[in-house]
């Protein structure tokens, strides 16, 4: 069964960098877009990054400057790189790609966040 697994969140300080990893496993027949969201308590989901095709990357104006991301194709894995970090930016992240898996169709798949808090 695909999943979407991510890693490398925690605490870190202000002005600290941290990497986070996300892998999408299981049996693929095909991966689109694959994006970065976080979300902090009280407030909406947000895309934070993410890679349309062909090598182009977009961002938020919150991150602009600060974060960056990047793939992986060959081990279906996306990263976000996250430089300068502020308290603002504590949420959890979560990585979000459609994906046609083995035996199913296309279809959006979310992995189950992972944690990001910058103490100041």
């Known amino acids: 069964q695909v999943q979407l697994v991510e890693s490398g969140g925690g605490l870190v300080q202000a002005g600290g960098s941290l990497t986070l990893s996300c892998a999408a496993s299981g049996i693929i027949f095909g991966i689109k877009n694959m994006d970065w969201y976080r979300q902090a308590p009280g407030k909406q989901r947000e895309l934070v990054a993410y890679?349309?095709?062909?090598?182009?990357?977009n961002y938020s104006d919150s991150v602009k400057g600060r974060f960056a991301i990047s793939r992986d194709n060959t081990k279906n894995t996306v990263y976000l790189q996250m430089n300068s970090l502020k308290p603002e930016d504590t949420a959890v992240y979560y990585c979000?790609?459609?994906?046609?898996?083995?035996?199913?169709?296309?279809?959006?798949?979310w992995g189950q966040g992972t944690q990001v808090t910058v103490s100041s």
């Open positions: 890679t349309p095709s062909g090598g182009i990357t």
């Open positions: 979000n790609a459609v994906i046609w898996p083995a035996g199913g169709r296309w279809g959006d798949y």
